[in-house]
């Protein structure tokens, strides 16, 4: 089974600021990495699939980048709605599995 | 535009089976390239795969639940179901189901059920 380890758990950043959120595989996923944002009460919601790629309808200040083993998330300019838990997961083999996520907070 | 729907079991007594149904509406359940997939969260924690399975009928469990776990699908109903055998408070979550690709990860979530184990 693929580990996969995000960091920081937390991240306190005020609106308009830059969020890099991190994500690292235990062992190479190729491309094979998306990322989710969860709101509370909500189903996740795909943002970005093969590592860099925006899904329908998510906004240009979303970005991913990396490859193998490690995975950023940035967030260019935080809006309020930006604030929540942000998961990547892998699926380049089976099982597939989450990181333990980051809660973007207020700061 | 796809939409999927869990059935509602809400409350399972310990040690009987949890049965959930997903009915997915705006699409063919047989198109190719899809895995129709179970997917659970725990209270705060992060989402667990549970399996998946393909129109032909192909399932994917996760190791540590495959001995309690069953996926299938019904082409003639468009839905797709799962099973979990000798259920615990650990079984205790919230249940999605979803479409996931080879491609694009998991592209559409159900809202999700509650799902609790107790007496």
């Known amino acids: 089974e693929i580990v996969m380890t995000q960091s920081p758990a937390t991240l306190s950043e005020s609106p308009g600021e830059r969020a890099t959120l991190s994500c690292r595989a235990s062992?190479?996923?190729?491309?094979?990495l998306a990322w989710y944002q969860q709101k509370p009460g909500q189903a996740p919601r795909l943002l970005i699939y093969g590592a860099f790629t925006r899904a329908t309808g998510i906004p240009a200040r979303f970005s991913g980048s990396g490859s193998g083993t490690e995975f950023t998330l940035t967030i260019s300019s935080l809006q309020s709605e930006d604030f929540a838990v942000y998961y990547c997961q892998h699926y380049n083999d089976w099982p597939l599995t989450f990181g333990g996520g980051t809660k973007v907070e207020i700061k | 535009q796809v939409q999927l729907q869990e059935s509602d079991p809400g409350l399972v007594k310990p040690s009987q089976t949890l049965s959930l149904t997903c009915t997915v509406s705006?699409?063919?359940?047989?198109?190719?390239?899809?895995?129709w997939s179970w997917i659970r969260q725990h209270p705060g924690k992060a989402p667990e795969w549970i399996g998946q399975i393909l129109h032909s009928g192909t399932t994917y469990y996760h190791p540590a639940l495959r001995s309690r776990v069953r996926i299938s699908i019904d082409t003639s109903k468009n839905q797709f179901s799962l099973n979990v055998s000798s259920v615990t408070a650990a079984d205790t979550a919230v249940y999605y189901c979803?479409?996931?690709?080879?491609?694009?990860?998991?592209?559409?979530w159900g809202q999700g059920t509650t799902v609790t184990v107790s007496s």
């Open positions: 062992q190479s996923v190729s491309n094979n």
């Open positions: 705006g699409g063919s359940i047989s198109s190719g390239g899809y895995y």
């Open positions: 979803a479409r996931a690709t080879a491609y694009y990860g998991v592209d559409v």
